[in-house]
């Protein structure tokens, strides 16, 4: 008896350690995963820091690629991990950076804020997802403001309404310099600016014009980079304070 007892109990003691402790290399290369994702994300925010857009590229998911390239892209100060979350398929996982930067509007105020965002293993390598830029019906819903806002006067005028651009030359891009004017009493604040095409780039000399302030856009078409949209082409940004939605339209021009 006590030798059958003995046996099992030799049989036994292994599963009870598996179900006590769970499987090592699962719990290995879950570590490994967040290891490898913290890495990269602390890299990534390393170039946010200094600004080397180029090389935050490899960092972002194919599907995001467009909206990274459209959106208005800024530095920060500097950076904190708080959390790493991995999924326990290993194939996406939450992340959590809390994030120091300032307003130019408001010189030596450091804002505080962390950022959440997901990341998706792809390739064996992790990645960063994107969200697409809420729509403009997007942003009045989360503000609470009426389906129909009242009509506001833009306070910024261009001296091409809509922005006339030059059909390239194969294999080159098309630069356009559109000067603007802010026609209001208050200073403008230019926030989130972008296009709805990753082949149309946005630029301003400043984004802050103190009234009746100039200030110059500048429009770069890349038509070796297929149109993300078959919307027409457009200009999009937000104008502080008084919550002006911009969306100024781009057209080719056979001049």
């Not at 890495?39 to 820091?49: A, G, H, P, S």
């Not at 809420?134 to 403001?145: D, R, Y």
Request: proline share 10%; charged share 20%.
């Amino acid at each position: 008896m006590r030798t059958w007892f003995t046996c099992n109990l030799r049989r036994l003691l292994p599963l009870v350690f598996l179900v006590a402790f769970g499987l090592p290399g699962q719990a290995q290369d879950q570590a490994a995963l967040e290891r490898q994702l913290t890495e990269r994300v602390d890299q990534l925010y390393q170039l946010f820091v200094s600004g080397d857009w180029r090389a935050v590229e490899p960092f972002v998911a194919e599907e995001s690629q467009d909206i990274w390239l459209a959106q208005a892209k800024s530095t920060i100060d500097a950076f904190e991990i708080k959390e790493v979350k991995v999924a326990p398929d290993g194939e996406r996982a939450d992340v959590t950076v809390m994030v120091t930067y300032r307003i130019p509007q408001a010189p030596g105020a450091p804002v505080h804020q962390p950022q959440k965002s997901e990341w998706l293993f792809q390739n064996g390598k992790w990645v960063i997802k994107l969200k697409p830029p809420p729509s403009m019906l997007e942003i009045f819903k989360m503000s609470g403001a009426p389906s129909n806002p009242p009509v506001l006067k833009a306070p910024l005028t261009f001296d091409q309404n809509p922005v006339r651009i030059p059909h390239p030359e194969a294999g080159s891009e098309a630069v356009v310099k559109v000067p603007f004017r802010n026609v209001t009493s208050n200073v403008v604040m230019i926030q989130d600016l972008s296009t709805n095409c990753s082949c149309l780039q946005a630029q301003v000399d400043q984004t802050v014009v103190r009234p009746d302030g100039k200030g110059i856009l500048t429009l770069t078409y890349h038509p070796s980079t297929n149109p993300a949209t078959e919307s027409p082409l457009s200009v999009q940004a937000i104008l502080a304070p008084s919550t002006y939605f911009l969306d100024l339209p781009v057209i080719f021009s056979n001049e």
